[in-house]
């Protein structure tokens, strides 16, 4: 029988889960020794991170796992986008995630680089059971203050999901919607649920901030995304406000 090669033993390892790859190369170990056990042994600590992942997972999933306890099914967790900037929208997402989905690196978006949320935010559209995404609009915003944009995006989110959830985990925020609801201070730190929407607001405002900036250049916005850098606030005293400016959070600077 023909042997591998170490670079086609490897090629094929790849090609499974770790978990699968670890125990077949350890099959193989006794034949072509040490380099192979060493391959094994790569295999193994990708097992345990791994298996890391998973634990912190789970234990991110003890709200909605509380709320599977009481009877509730359809567990969707909320979180906002966009309340600090001085420019741009308010954006909500309300997300459902099959009980027990593990998405490995999701967390809340501010602790993810750009790139793993780009990532995250496809394979959470597409394994998601219901999601919705509510936007408030700067004039909105300055009408009826950013805590009530902020609410109002969240119920605009709950308000377009093709499947409606009967219990709601919020981020510190209780919102006007008649469905049973836990506000939890930094829930998109605890909770799975609200960490994915938490990534599908961030991306949609993220990627409407970048439009803005081709429409109204020179005030940075694909690189601040609205927020109050000194950058951004050079740019205002030198050019004034743009249309989609918050009058409300820029009266001191123009």
């Known amino acids: 029988m023909k042997k591998f090669t170490i670079k086609s033993l490897k090629e094929q390892a790849d090609a499974m889960e770790a978990e699968e790859a670890f125990k077949w190369l350890i099959s193989l170990s006794e034949e072509y020794g040490e380099p192979v056990k060493k391959l094994a042994d790569k295999y193994y ?3 345990e991170l791994i298996k890391k992942e998973e634990e912190r997972l789970l234990a991110m999933s003890s709200m909605e796992f509380e709320a599977y306890n009481n009877g509730y099914c359809l567990v969707g967790g909320i979180d906002e986008a966009g309340r600090g900037p001085l420019a ?8 459902i995630l099959p009980k027990g989905c593990l998405l490995h690196k999701l967390n809340d978006s501010k602790k993810l680089s750009a790139e793993v949320r780009e990532q995250l935010y496809t394979r959470i559209k597409a394994e998601a059971i219901s999601y919705g995404i509510g936007i408030v609009e700067n004039h909105v915003i300055d009408e009826i203050n ?16 093709k499947t409606r959830p009967d219990f709601l985990i919020t981020d510190a925020i209780r919102i006007n919607v008649n469905i049973p609801q836990r506000a939890v201070p930094k829930a998109d730190q605890n909770s799975v649920s609200v960490a994915a929407a938490s990534i599908l607001a961030k991306v949609t405002r993220d990627r ?20 109050g850098t000194a950058e951004h606030i050079a740019a205002i005293k030198e050019k004034g406000l743009c249309p989609i400016h918050r009058r409300s959070f820029t009266h001191n600077f123009v």
């Open 146 to 161: 950013i805590y009530e944009a902020t609410k109002k995006a969240m119920e605009l989110a709950v308000g377009c999901m």
């Open 88 to 95: 741009g929208p308010v954006v909500a997402a309300c997300v």
């Open 45 to 47: 600590k990708r097992m």
């Open 208 to 227: 409407i901030m970048d439009k803005m900036d081709e429409k109204y250049p020179g005030y940075g916005f694909a690189k601040h995304k609205g927020y």
